[in-house]
C-alpha cells in the first residue's frame, strides 16, 4: 500500500499518548518473541511471524494514527455532503490553492509541542485534504473577500478575522482531533494468539 507521509504539529497529551503506545507495542512484541524462542522457535522465523502480526497485535503509530483518521472522516460534518454522499473530488486548481494555503489563517493554535510525522495511505491523504477544502472554501473566501488575509490587522480585524478563521478546518487541525478523540491512542497488548482465545472461550 502506497504511503504518503504528513507533519502535523501535537500537543502534549498527544505527544505522550503516542510515545507510550510505541513504548508498550514494542515491549509486546519483544515479550511475545522471546516466549516463542523458549518453546523453542528459531528467533529469526518468531521475528518474521512478528512483523507479519504487527499491524494487529502490536499496531505500529502509523496504524494507530490511521485509524484514528479515519474514524474521524467518518463522522457527520466531515464525510461529506449531507453527511453521507462523497465530497466533490478537488480540481487542480483547488489542489493547487491548498498547497498555496500554507499556515492557514488565524490566531496562533496554543499547546503545541511536537511536530510528529506519520505515514498514511495515500487514497487517505487524499480524503482528508478534501474533506478540508470543502469544509472550509467558503469561509476561506469570506477571509479573502475582507482582506483579512496576508496583512497587519488592527484589534477589529483580528477579531473578525479569529471569528470566521475558527470555522476552518486544516488538515493538521483534523489529524488532532482524530487523535484527541477518547480511546484514539488506547491499545491493549494482545497477550495471545487469536486461536488461543477462541480455545478458552470454548
Known amino acids: ?8 504539529w501535537v500537543t502534549k497529551p498527544i505527544k505522550k499518548g503516542l510515545e507510550n503506545h510505541i ?8 515479550t511475545w518473541i522471546e516466549k516463542e524462542v523458549e518453546q523453542g522457535r ?15 497485535r502490536w499496531p505500529t503509530q502509523d496504524v494507530l494514527v490511521t485509524d484514528a483518521v479515519r ?3 467518518e463522522r457527520e460534518d466531515l464525510a461529506g455532503p449531507a453527511g453521507g454522499g462523497e465530497w466533490e473530488p478537488l480540481t487542480k486548481a483547488e489542489q493547487a490553492r491548498l498547497r498555496l494555503a500554507g499556515r492557514w489563517p488565524g490566531p496562533d ?4 509541542v511536537a511536530e510528529c510525522q506519520f505515514g498514511l495511505p495515500v487514497d ?9 477544502w470543502r469544509v472550509s472554501q467558503d469561509w476561506l473566501r469570506l477571509l479573502e473577500e475582507e482582506d483579512l488575509i496576508g496583512r497587519p490587522l488592527d484589534g477589529y480585524e483580528r477579531e473578525r478575522r479569529d471569528e470566521l478563521a475558527a470555522n476552518l478546518m486544516s488538515p493538521p487541525h483534523i489529524v488532532r482531533q482524530a487523535l484527541a478523540a477518547p480511546f484514539a491512542l488506547f491499545w491493549r497488548p494482545l ?3 487469536p486461536a488461543e482465545i477462541e480455545a478458552e472461550d470454548q
Open 1 to 8: 500500500m502506497e504511503k504518503k507521509r504528513i507533519t502535523v
Open 23 to 30: 513504548s508498550k507495542a514494542r515491549a509486546a512484541e519483544k
Open 42 to 56: 528459531d528467533r529469526r522465523e518468531a521475528r518474521m511471524e512478528a512483523a507479519r502480526l504487527r499491524p494487529e
Open 71 to 73: 474514524r474521524r472522516l
Open 109 to 112: 493554535t496554543t499547546g503545541l
Open 124 to 132: 487517505l491523504v487524499e480524503r482528508l485534504r478534501t474533506a478540508s
Open 191 to 193: 497477550a495471545k494468539k
